[in-house]
C-alpha cells in the first residue's frame, strides 16, 4: 500500500509540475503574441492618421487647383486649344480623383446614414459593393416577377397585390440608397433613372395605401412585363459591359441601368421595341389611373389622380430619354461609317 502511495504522489507531482512548466510556455508566448498584436495595432493606427492628414491635404490641393481653373475660365484671356485640351484631361482625373476621396452626402444619404463617410478607399472594394448591387437588383427584379405572376394567375387578391406593392415601395427605397453609394464612389447613373426611381416610391406608396381592385390586375401585368423587360437588359447590358471593359472602352464602376441605356447601336436595335411597348404601357396606365378618378369618391380622387399624374410623368421622362438616346446612338453610327468610308476611300 505505501509503495501504490509513493507512486501515486511521484506521478501527481510530476502531472503538476509538467502543467507549472506549460503555464510558463503559455505565458511567454502570449506575451509575445500580445507584444505583436499591440505593435501592429500601434502602425495601424500611425497609418489611420496619416491616411487622415493625407486625405485632408489632398483635398486642399485639388480646392486649390479648382479655384485656379475656375478662375482661369472666368477670365477673358483666350486659351490656346492644346491648353483647353489640357485643362480638360486634367479636370478628368482631377474628377477620377475625388472618386476616392470623402466627400458631403446629398439629402438621401444625409437622411438615411448621417454625415457618415461612404466613399470606399480601395477599387476591389468599389468593384465588390457594384456587383453586390447588381445581384440585388436582379434576384429582387425575380421577386416582382414573380408575386406579379402569382397575382395574375391566381387572383387578383388584394392581400397578393398589397404585398407586391409594399415589395416594390421596399425595393426602391433599397436600390435608391444602394445606387447613392455608387455615385459617390464614381458609378455614372443618369439623372434621370435617380429621379424615376424616387418617383416610384411615391407612386407605389399611394397605390399601397389604396389598394383598389380596379387597376389590380392591370398593375400585375404591367409589373409582370417591366420585370421580364428589367431581367432581359439586364443579361443583355453585362455581356455589353464586359465586352466594352475587355476593351477598356468602359469603366469599371459602369453599372447596369433601368430603361433603355445602351452602348452599341445593336443593343438599340435589339432593346428598342420592348422598352417602347412597356413605355406605352405607362402611358395607358395614367389614362385608365384618370378615367377610374371620376368613378372614385371624393376623398380619394386626389390619390387617384395623383397617381395617374405620376404615371404620365415617368412615361414622358422614359419617353424623352429614349428619343436621347436613339438620336445620339445614330449619329454616333453615322460618324462612324462616314469615317469608315473616308479611310476606305484614302487607302484606294
Known amino acids: ?13 510530476y502531472n503538476e509540475y509538467k502543467s507549472y512548466l506549460s503555464a510558463m510556455e503559455f505565458e511567454k508566448e502570449n506575451d509575445a503574441l500580445f507584444k505583436d498584436v499591440h505593435d501592429s495595432y500601434a502602425v495601424f493606427r500611425g497609418k489611420v492618421e496619416e491616411y487622415v492628414k493625407s486625405t485632408e491635404q489632398c483635398k486642399k490641393a485639388i480646392k486649390k487647383f479648382e479655384e485656379q481653373i475656375e478662375a482661369l475660365e472666368e477670365s477673358s484671356e483666350k486659351l ?6 489640357l485643362v480638360e484631361q486634367r479636370k478628368n482625373e482631377i474628377e ?38 447588381e445581384m440585388f ?43 447613392s453609394i455608387l455615385t459617390h464612389n464614381g458609378s455614372r447613373i443618369r439623372t434621370w433613372w435617380l429621379a424615376q426611381h424616387y418617383l416610384d416610391i411615391i407612386l407605389y406608396g399611394f397605390l399601397l395605401i389604396r389598394n383598389d381592385g380596379d387597376f389590380s390586375l392591370q398593375f400585375s401585368l404591367y409589373i409582370f412585363y417591366m420585370s421580364g423587360c428589367q431581367v432581359l437588359q ?13 476593351l ?6 459602369e453599372v447596369s441601368a433601368e430603361g433603355l441605356r445602351v452602348k452599341t447601336f445593336a443593343d438599340l436595335q435589339f432593346l428598342f421595341p420592348f422598352f417602347l411597348v412597356l413605355y406605352c404601357y ?3 396606365n395614367s389614362y385608365v389611373l384618370w378615367h ?57
Not at 138 to 166: A, D, H, K, V
Not at 234 to 246: C, D, E, P, V
Open 282 to 284: 405607362q402611358f395607358y
Open 1 to 13: 500500500s505505501y509503495a501504490v502511495f509513493r507512486g501515486s504522489f511521484k506521478l501527481s507531482y
Open 137 to 179: 437588383k436582379l434576384w429582387y427584379i425575380l421577386g416582382q416577377l414573380l408575386f406579379s405572376s402569382i397575382n395574375m394567375f391566381f387572383g387578383p387578391s388584394r392581400i397578393i397585390e398589397g404585398f407586391l406593392q409594399f415589395y416594390l415601395v421596399w425595393f426602391y427605397c433599397n436600390l435608391t440608397l444602394k445606387e
Open 248 to 253: 477598356g472602352r468602359a469603366e469599371s464602376m
Open 80 to 85: 490656346s486649344p492644346e491648353t483647353e485640351k
Open 292 to 348: 377610374l378618378a371620376e368613378i372614385a369618391r371624393a376623398d380619394e380622387r386626389w390619390e387617384v389622380l395623383l397617381c395617374s399624374c405620376l404615371f404620365f410623368v415617368i412615361a414622358l421622362g422614359n419617353i424623352v430619354t429614349l428619343l436621347q438616346v436613339v438620336y445620339v446612338k445614330y449619329q454616333q453610327r453615322r460618324t462612324r461609317i462616314a469615317s469608315s468610308s473616308r479611310s476606305s476611300v484614302k487607302s484606294e
Open 96 to 133: 477620377k480623383m475625388c472618386n476616392y476621396l470623402p466627400k458631403q452626402n446629398h439629402i438621401l444619404l444625409m437622411l438615411f446614414v448621417g454625415d457618415f463617410n461612404v466613399v470606399l478607399p480601395r477599387n476591389e472594394d468599389k468593384i465588390k459593393y457594384k456587383k453586390q448591387y
Open 234 to 246: 439586364f443579361y443583355y447590358q453585362q455581356g455589353s459591359l464586359y465586352k466594352l471593359r475587355a
